[in-house]
């Protein structure tokens, strides 16, 4: 597994924390201390996509509401939501990484952490989203 791919999954997990736990950032990064050591060398890309969504989310939840259809953001699973947060945010605020390569993370990511289905429905939205990287 690439780094970045180890950076994507703690972000998803430090998500998951504040999205579903409503851990403050203080004390989800006092948790990720132990498990994400500043020797780590994947965990400054990590914090700065768990930053950049919590930065920015309503502005990435809108864009995802905007492209899923008849869904709203609060009924989708947690898991879910925050994969499609996390690659949302790099595809509008890390153009330096190519736009396949965070769709095919995210992709990955919805295999390994989701059910069945999701791993579609994170691609199909994405997809759609991809769209907005030349609009900002």
Request: include cysteine.
């Amino acid at each position: 597994m690439s780094t970045r791919r180890e950076a994507r999954e703690c972000s998803l997990k430090m998500l998951y924390m504040f999205d579903n736990c409503s851990m403050q950032e203080k004390d989800i990064f006092k948790v990720f201390d132990e498990v994400l050591p500043v020797e780590i060398s994947y965990r400054e890309f990590s914090v700065k996509i768990f930053r950049g969504v919590c930065q920015n989310q309503t502005k990435i939840d809108n864009l995802i509401e905007k492209y899923a259809d008849n869904w709203d953001i609060k009924r989708m699973s947690v898991i879910d939501r925050n994969i499609l947060r996390l690659a949302c945010f790099e595809i509008l605020y890390m153009k330096e990484t190519p736009i396949n390569v965070i769709i095919d993370e995210a992709v990955e990511i919805a295999k390994k952490y989701s059910n069945r289905d999701s791993s579609k429905f994170v691609n199909g939205i994405l997809d759609k989203i991809q769209t907005e990287r030349n609009k900002n």
